[in-house]
């Protein structure tokens, strides 16, 4: 997980729940944030007992961040990164699918009326940076579509695909459905 990814999951979780997260500025400047990204030494490196301490104290700080209701669920974890991660997956409002429609509802609407040209675009400009999550969920959703009406015989290149952590782009979909019957025609 990027820096920027950790940034956008903090400024969309935003809730009562989990606005006393550090923010990962914090970590950063701390020196800390390998912790959440998982990219600390490895056990047998001499700098691991270190780092593993300073894990420890990471979460703690995360635990201390949260309500208690939600640090519970949190706390047979073993690092940062496993409570980060959680916290993320419950809390991030990436894929909310009621926050899209009402993106896309306050889109729609937005009509410049009595505002000057300048104030329109701008309002407008500010709604569609909210749009960014839109359109990941849209994209996820073309491959979806595009995944679905696939023949019968690229099946197993589909599960691959669905398999993944990360879904790949429609265009990356597309590039490995074409190479996978590309290899047909050859054999």
């Known amino acids: 997980m990027s820096e920027t990814e950790i940034s956008e999951i903090h400024s969309n979780t935003k809730s009562e729940e989990t ?12 020196g800390k944030i390998s912790h959440l990204l998982g ?9 691991f007992a270190a780092w593993d301490e300073e894990d420890s104290m990471v979460m703690s700080w995360l635990w201390n961040s949260m309500l208690s209701e939600i640090s519970d669920t949190c706390m047979f974890l073993p690092t940062a990164q496993d409570i980060w991660t959680a916290i993320r997956q419950t809390y991030s409002k ?15 609407a937005t ?10 675009a701008n309002l407008l400009q500010n709604l569609c940076e909210d749009a960014a999550t839109l359109k990941n969920f849209i994209e996820k959703d073309r491959v979806y579509d595009f995944l679905t009406g696939l023949n019968v015989e690229f099946d197993q290149v589909r599960v691959q695909i669905l398999g993944k952590e990360r ?21």
């Open 111 to 120: 009509k410049q009326g009595n505002l000057s040209v300048t104030q329109y």
């Open 39 to 47: 990219t600390g030494p490895k056990k047998g490196d001499p700098k």
């Open 94 to 108: 990436e894929g909310d699918a009621a926050l899209i429609y009402e993106i896309k509802t306050k889109i729609s």
């Open 19 to 30: 606005s006393n997260i550090p923010q990962t500025g914090d970590l950063q400047r701390k």
């Open 167 to 187: 879904l790949s782009s429609l265009n990356e979909t597309i590039s490995l459905i074409r190479t996978e019957e590309n290899r047909r025609e050859v054999m």
